[in-house]
C-alpha cells in the first residue's frame, strides 16, 4: 500500500476509534449534570447515588475520548500537510477555537468536579458537572463546524493558490452545521440513554440491590433516549434534504440510484453490480424518495451517472463516484437502527407509564443488549457521511490524494498505524474491562468511595 | 506590533504556559514510582496533580491550534517533518492521560503497578521529546524551497538535540520535585525536598552545556550577540538561585524560580527563531518565516479577537482551580477518586 492509502486507513480507523467514546460522552455528561441537578434540588439521596454511579462511567469513558482527540488534532498536519496548507487559513481557526473555548473549559471543571465534592457546594458543585457538559457539546460544535466545511466549503475565496477565509460567520452559519451538529448532539442523548437503559436493565433483571437506582435510571432513560432518538431521526430527514441540494452525489450513491428519476424510487434493498453501474436484484417502493427529498410524490432526484457527467463537466475528467455499496450499506444500517431504537423505547415508555417496572425479561435482555446499537448506528452514519464525500477530502475544492503529506513516508505510516492500532486495541479492552467492572458492581462500588 | 507578531508571542506564551504547567506534572509523574513505596504514597503522589493535568495539555492543543490557524505551513511542515518524535509523543500522552483515570480503578496490584509505569513512561517520553524538538527547531531542520521537510527520522537525533532533551527531562523533573514538595506533608515533601536537591545540579549543569553548546551549533547567539540580553541571563540566574532556595528550604520560591527557568528557556529560543518558525539547514532563504508561513490578514484578525476574549477567561478559571485546590495533600487527605 502506498503511503496516501495508509493515511486514509490511519485516519479512518483513529477516528472511527475517538467517535466511538464521543457520543457517550457528549450526551452522559447532561445526564450526570441532570442527575446532580435533581439531587440539589430535592436532596433525595438515590440522586446522588445516580449521579456518583453514572459519573463514574462516564470518567472511565471520558479519559479514552479525550486522549484518542489529542491524535486528531495533530493527525492533519502529520499526515494531511498539504491539506492543512491549503485550508489552514480558514480550517485552522476552528480548531484553535475549540481548544480554547471547549477544551480549557471541559478539562479545567471536570479535575474540579471529580475532585471538588469536598471543596465546593452542592449547588457549585453542580454548576461544574454543566459546565463540563457545555464544553463537551461546545467541542462538538466547533469541529462540526470545520467537518461541515468540508461538507459545504463557505466564507473563502482561493487566493495565493489556497482557501483563504473571507468570512467567519458564513463559517457559523454554515447550513450545513445547523443540520449536523443537532444530528450528532440528538445522537449523543440516544447513545447515552442505550448506555444507562442497558446496564439498568441487566441490574433490574438481576434483582440487584438498590433497585431503586436502576428504576429511576430507567425512567430517566426512556424519556431521555426518547427525546434524543426522535429528534435525531426528525433532524436526519432534514438532513437528507440538505444533503439532497448541496451534496446530491452522496445521496445518490445512499439510495444506489444509477439514474435521474422522477419521481423517484426508494430502494429497500438492492444488489447492485458497482463497475458497471447498475442494479443485479432491486425491491423499489415508487415516488418514495421523491417525497422523503420533497415532501411531495414527484420531483427528479439526480442519479449517478447524471452527476457523473455534470461534475465531469464541472470539475474536469476523473471519477466522481463515491464507494457505492459501503455508502448504501451504512446509510441503511444507521436509518434502520434509528427506527429500532425508536419502537424498542416506546415499549419502554408504554410500560413505564402504565406504572409498571416490571418488565419481561426478554424485553430486559433486549435492552442490555441495545447498548450497542447506537454505537453501530454512530459509526456507520460517519463511515456514511465521509466515504460518500469522496473523492472529496474538501468538497468540490480539493481531492484527498492531494491532500496527503509530503514529507511522511509510506514505511513511516505504516510504523505509526500499526502502533495505533495496537494501543488503540489493549485501550479498548481496558475500556471495556473497566466499563463492565463498575457497572456490573452497581452503586455498591461508588457509595462508600473507593480508593 | 502586527499580527503576524503578536501570533509569535501569542504561540510563544502558549507554549511557555504549556511547559511551566506540564513540565511539573510530566515531573511528578516521572517522580511517581521512585518516592512512592506503597499504594497509598502513589496515590497521594498523583493527587498533587489529578485536578490539574488535563487543564495543562489543553496549553498544548491550543498551541497546536493555534499554529494551524494562524502559521498553517508552520503546522503543516513541523507535524509532517517531525512524523515520528510525534507519534511516539502522542503515543505517550495516550497512555499517560488513561493512566490518571484506570490505575486505582481495580485493586490488584499488578494492574496498578502497569498503569504507575505507563504513567511514568507517558510523562518520561514526553518530557524527553520536547527537548528533542525545541533544539531541533532552533538548530535547523533540512526544508526545501517547497517548505517539505526533506530528512528523516535519524536527521532529529543529534548530539545536540539529544543534549537538549535530557535538559528538558532533568529541569521538568526537577519542577516536579518542587511541586510535590510544595503540595504534600510530613515524610514524602522530605524526600521530594531531597531529590529536588540532588537532581538541582545536574541540571543546572545541563542548562549551561545545553546553552554554551547552543553557541557552535545554533545562530541564535550569533544573532543576538555576545551579550545574549536579559531574558537567557534571567534563565541562568534563576536557576542557580533556586538551588539555595531548595536548600534552605523555601520551596515556592524554588518553584517560582524553576518556572522563570522555563519561561525565560523557551523565550530565549523563541527570540533566537524569530522572525522565523522553522529554520532551514539547507540554504536560509528557504526558512520558514511569520510571514511566509501566515494566515492571511483577515484570518488573523478574527483570531487575534477571539484570543483577546477567551485567553483572560481561562486563566481566570484554570486559576481558580488551583486556589481552590491550593492545600496540600496528606494520606489522610480524602482521596476522592
Known amino acids: 500500500m502506498d503511503a496516501l492509502m495508509l493515511a486514509r486507513w490511519q485516519f479512518a480507523i483513529t477516528t472511527v476509534y475517538h467517535f466511538f467514546f464521543v457520543p457517550l460522552t457528549l450526551g452522559l455528561s447532561i445526564a450526570v449534570a441532570i442527575m446532580e441537578t435533581i439531587y440539589v434540588r430535592t436532596g433525595k439521596e438515590e440522586y446522588k447515588r445516580m449521579t456518583k454511579f453514572w459519573g463514574k462511567l462516564f470518567l472511565i469513558n471520558f479519559a479514552i475520548g479525550v486522549v484518542t482527540g489529542i491524535v486528531q488534532e495533530f493527525q492533519f498536519g502529520m499526515n494531511w500537510s498539504e491539506y492543512s496548507r491549503f485550508v489552514g487559513d480558514i480550517f485552522g481557526a476552528p480548531l484553535a477555537i475549540e481548544a480554547l473555548l471547549a477544551f480549557f473549559l471541559e478539562s479545567t471543571f471536570l479535575g474540579i468536579w471529580i475532585f471538588g465534592w469536598e471543596k465546593l457546594s452542592r449547588k457549585m458543585h453542580a454548576i461544574t458537572m454543566w459546565i463540563v457538559a457545555i464544553g463537551s457539546n461546545l467541542s462538538a460544535l466547533w469541529i462540526l463546524i470545520a467537518n461541515s466545511f468540508m461538507q459545504q466549503p463557505v466564507g473563502y475565496v482561493i487566493r495565493n493558490g489556497r482557501a483563504e477565509m473571507s468570512d467567519f460567520f458564513a463559517l457559523l452559519t454554515n447550513g450545513h452545521v445547523w443540520v449536523q451538529f443537532p444530528h450528532v448532539f440528538f445522537a449523543g442523548m440516544c447513545t447515552a440513554a442505550f448506555f444507562i437503559l442497558g446496564i439498568s436493565a441487566w441490574h433490574l433483571f438481576k434483582k440487584s440491590e438498590d433497585a431503586l437506582v436502576y428504576q429511576k435510571s430507567f425512567k430517566f432513560g426512556v424519556v431521555y433516549g426518547l427525546i434524543g432518538t426522535l429528534m435525531v431521526i426528525l433532524v436526519g430527514h432534514s438532513q437528507a434534504q440538505y444533503m439532497i441540494k448541496i451534496q446530491p452525489m452522496k445521496m445518490a450513491a445512499a439510495e444506489a440510484l444509477w439514474q435521474n428519476e422522477n419521481p423517484a424510487a426508494m430502494s429497500l434493498f438492492t444488489i447492485g453490480n458497482e463497475k458497471e453501474r447498475k442494479d443485479v436484484f432491486a425491491i423499489r417502493v415508487p415516488a418514495l424518495l421523491s417525497f422523503l427529498a420533497y415532501n411531495r410524490f414527484e420531483g427528479e432526484v439526480k442519479g449517478i451517472n447524471d452527476i457523473q457527467q455534470e461534475y465531469e463537466q464541472l470539475y474536469g475528467p476523473g471519477n466522481y463516484v463515491p464507494p457505492v455499496a459501503i455508502s448504501y450499506w451504512t446509510f441503511r444500517i444507521m436509518t434502520g437502527l434509528g427506527f429500532v431504537m425508536l419502537f424498542m423505547l416506546l415499549f419502554g415508555l408504554f410500560k413505564v407509564l402504565k406504572g409498571s417496572m416490571d418488565f419481561a425479561p426478554l424485553y430486559l435482555k433486549l435492552m442490555i443488549g441495545g447498548i450497542a446499537l447506537p454505537y453501530l448506528a454512530n459509526s456507520t452514519g460517519w463511515i456514511f457521511t465521509e466515504i460518500a464525500r469522496q473523492p472529496w477530502a474538501v468538497f468540490g475544492v480539493m481531492r484527498v490524494e492531494e491532500a496527503v503529506s509530503v514529507a511522511v513516508s509510506s514505511g513511516e505510516v505504516f510504523f505509526s498505524l500499526i502502533a495505533f492500532t495496537l494501543l488503540y486495541g489493549s485501550l479498548m479492552a481496558a475500556t471495556v474491562y473497566l466499563l463492565k467492572k463498575y457497572a456490573v458492581a452497581g452503586t455498591s462500588e461508588v457509595i462508600p468511595e473507593a480508593h | 506590533m502586527d499580527l503576524n507578531t503578536l501570533w509569535f508571542v501569542l ?150 538535540s539529544l543534549v537538549g532533551g535530557l535538559t528538558s527531562l532533568a529541569l521538568f523533573t526537577l519542577h516536579g520535585a518542587i511541586f510535590l514538595n510544595l503540595k504534600t506533608v510530613g515524610d514524602l515533601r522530605e524526600k521530594s525536598r531531597a531529590v529536588a536537591q540532588k537532581l538541582w545540579l545536574p541540571t543546572t549543569a545541563l542548562i549551561f552545556i545545553f546553552t554554551i553548546y547552543g553557541y557552535f551549533e545554533t545562530d541564535m547567539f550569533t544573532r543576538l550577540g555576545v551579550d545574549p540580553g536579559v531574558v537567557p541571563i534571567l534563565a541562568g540566574v534563576a536557576i542557580l538561585l533556586s538551588g539555595w532556595l531548595i536548600r534552605n528550604n523555601y520551596s515556592g520560591w524554588a518553584f517560582i524560580m524553576t518556572g522563570i527557568t522555563i519561561a525565560a528557556s523557551v523565550t530565549t529560543i523563541f527570540m533566537g527563531l524569530f522572525p522565523r518558525v522553522m529554520v532551514s539547514s539547507l540554504n536560509d532563504a528557504w526558512s520558514l518565516t511569520i510571514y511566509t508561513a501566515s494566515s492571511s490578514d483577515y484570518t488573523l484578525k478574527v483570531m487575534s479577537i477571539i484570543a483577546l476574549i477567551f485567553v483572560p477567561i481561562v486563566l481566570i478559571y484554570q486559576s481558580w482551580t488551583y486556589w481552590i485546590f491550593r492545600q496540600r495533600i496528606s494520606h489522610e487527605s480524602e482521596l476522592e477518586y
Request: net charge neutral.
Open chain 2, 11 to 160: 504561540i510563544a506564551v502558549l507554549f511557555i504556559g504549556f511547559f511551566f504547567l506540564e513540565g511539573f506534572d510530566y515531573g511528578v509523574g516521572i517522580l511517581m514510582p521512585f518516592l512512592g513505596k506503597d499504594d497509598r504514597t502513589r496515590r497521594v503522589i498523583i493527587n498533587t496533580i489529578g485536578t490539574f493535568w488535563d487543564g495543562n495539555e489543553v496549553w498544548l492543543l491550543t498551541a497546536g491550534g493555534a499554529m494551524f490557524a494562524a502559521f498553517p505551513h508552520w503546522y503543516a511542515t513541523m507535524f509532517s517533518g517531525f512524523y515520528l518524535p510525534l507519534v511516539l509523543m502522542l503515543l505517550a500522552l495516550i497512555i499517560r492521560g488513561v493512566s490518571f483515570e484506570y490505575r486505582s480503578k481495580d485493586e490488584s496490584p499488578r494492574w496498578r503497578t502497569f498503569w504507575d509505569w505507563m504513567l511514568f513512561t507517558g510523562s518520561f517520553v514526553p518530557a524527553l521529546l520536547w527537548g528533542v524538538a525545541m533544539a531541533n527547531l532552533i538548530r535547523g531542520v533540512p526544508i526545501d524551497g517547497n517548505m517539505q521537510y526533506t530528512g528523516g527520522f535519524f536527521n532529529l537525533l543529534n548530539l545536540y
